[in-house]
């Protein structure tokens, strides 16, 4: 008997216009905001909900400059990402309960970077039992909510920051 796992969501991303900016550059005034999950703006970085996330709660840490490089960071960028990276974790195992996480950076193509001329940082929730293995076939993930639902769980906490 065969089985279909369905991903629609997957049809936004592959049918989009793909315009050439930058996908994590945001504009000064906010007003898309809600629509790109932005979290938090701080004056040098940022975190959003990733749009494609291997686990609810997945989110990145981005320097608010269009900079790929993380040496090309200056020290205020780096000490805010770091601090909002911290802040972020504590935020997720308070509101989603995350028992542990993946956290990573991929510099350029060859280091797995999807977005390689933006630098930021993933952070995956993970929770005891989930291993997620559906990842494994076909590149299917089992995500069970929506990111509407994660986002408005996230943001109260994010708006709340003082970093």
């Given at each position: 008997?065969s089985?279909t796992?369905?991903a629609p969501?997957?049809?936004?991303y592959i049918?989009s216009?793909?315009?050439?900016?930058?996908?994590l550059?945001?504009?000064?005034?906010?007003t898309?905001?809600?629509?790109r999950?932005?979290l938090?703006?701080?004056a040098?970085?940022?975190?959003l909900l990733?749009?494609?996330?291997?686990?609810?709660?997945?989110l990145?840490?981005?320097?608010?400059?269009?900079?790929?490089?993380i040496?090309?960071?200056?020290s205020?960028a780096s000490?805010e990402?770091?601090?909002?990276?911290?802040?972020?974790?504590?935020i997720?195992?308070?509101?989603l309960?995350?028992?542990?996480f993946?956290v990573?950076?991929?510099?350029?193509?060859?280091?797995?970077?999807g977005?390689?001329?933006?630098?930021?940082?993933?952070?995956v929730p993970?929770?005891?039992?989930?291993?997620n293995?559906?990842a494994?076939f076909n590149?299917?993930?089992?995500m069970p909510?929506y990111?509407?639902?994660?986002?408005?769980?996230l943001?109260?906490?994010?708006?709340n920051?003082?970093?």
């Amino acid at each position: 008997m065969s089985k279909t796992l369905w991903a629609p969501w997957r049809m936004e991303y592959i049918l989009s216009e793909k315009t050439g900016e930058c996908i994590l550059c945001l504009d000064k005034k906010r007003t898309k905001d809600k629509n790109r999950l932005v979290l938090y703006r701080g004056a040098y970085s940022f975190a959003l909900l990733n749009r494609y996330p291997y686990n609810n709660g997945h989110l990145m840490v981005a320097p608010l400059a269009h900079i790929a490089n993380i040496e090309d960071l200056t020290s205020e960028a780096s000490l805010e990402m770091f601090t909002l990276l911290q802040e972020s974790i504590k935020i997720l195992r308070t509101c989603l309960k995350a028992d542990g996480f993946n956290v990573g950076i991929n510099i350029g193509s060859v280091g797995g970077a999807g977005v390689e001329d933006h630098l930021h940082i993933h952070v995956v929730p993970r929770w005891n039992g989930d291993t997620n293995f559906m990842a494994v076939f076909n590149d299917v993930r089992i995500m069970p909510e929506y990111l509407e639902d994660s986002y408005s769980k996230l943001y109260p906490y994010f708006n709340n920051l003082k970093i």
